[in-house]
Antibody, heavy 123, light 107 residues
């Protein structure tokens, strides 16, 4: 079964750091682009970061650039998000999402999602 | 950044109804537009990619159309399991952006 499982969320104070992990199974992880997408409580979806299957290129949303770092370990089938200098507005459920690139249309989409991990930034 | 605007923000419909959700982009996306369904407490699910291509396993009552800046998701014959929130998402350029969502509720 194709599956993504996030972990590492929790309650932190503003300015602190947190590292999220996403364990992949059921597919060849090293062949796929990966993303982080977040959703603040009661709000819509916000794309956070992208990493190619090889580790470069990497892209970030402006809201997290310079504070968050995405990485992956293809040997361990794992995706990571290091979050530093956390702010109250970073409070959200963080999803890892597999990137689906359709060769015919050259379109990218998020085809497999994890269950999400909640990050709460509050004093 | 490309702004995505969905309409309506919410709608009430009955089982069997035909439902249409619109999505407008702030600049041309050609056909780089995806649709997702999200149920409460669950992760989003990809329904349609590249404007009109049905993701594997998605029922054929879901369809997508459009190009440029105007796109539509249609549900032909709403089923009880279709009551959810739907999001469009542009994949033309990063930062990839989502519409604000359309909540489909039971009338």
């Amino acid at each position: 079964e194709v599956q993504l499982v996030e972990s590492g969320g929790g309650l932190v104070q503003p300015g602190e750091s947190l590292r999220l992990s996403c364990a992949a199974s059921g597919f060849i992880f090293s062949s796929f682009r990966m993303n982080w997408v977040r959703q603040a409580p009661g709000k819509g979806l916000e794309w956070v970061s992208y990493i190619s299957n090889t580790g470069t290129p990497i892209y970030y949303a402006d809201s997290v650039k310079g504070r968050f770092t995405v990485s992956r370990d293809n040997a361990e089938d794992s995706l990571y998000l290091q979050m530093n200098s956390l702010r109250a507005e970073d409070t959200a459920v963080y999803y890892c999402a597999r990137g689906y690139y359709d060769v015919l249309t050259t379109n990218d989409a998020f085809d497999i999602w994890g269950q999400g991990t909640l990050v709460t930034v509050s004093s | 950044d490309i702004q995505m605007t969905q309409s309506p923000s919410s709608l009430s419909a009955s089982v069997g109804d035909r439902v249409t959700i619109a999505c407008r982009a702030s600049l041309s996306l050609y056909t780089y537009l995806n649709w997702y369904q999200q149920k409460p407490g669950k992760a989003p699910k990809l329904l349609i990619y590249a404007t009109s291509r049905l993701q594997s396993g998605v029922p054929s009552r879901f369809s997508g159309s459009g190009s440029g800046t105007e796109f539509t998701l249609t549900i032909s014959g709403l089923q009880p399991e279709d009551f959810a929130t739907y999001y469009c998402q542009q994949s033309y350029s990063t930062p990839w952006t989502f519409g604000q969502g359309t909540k489909v509720e039971i009338k």
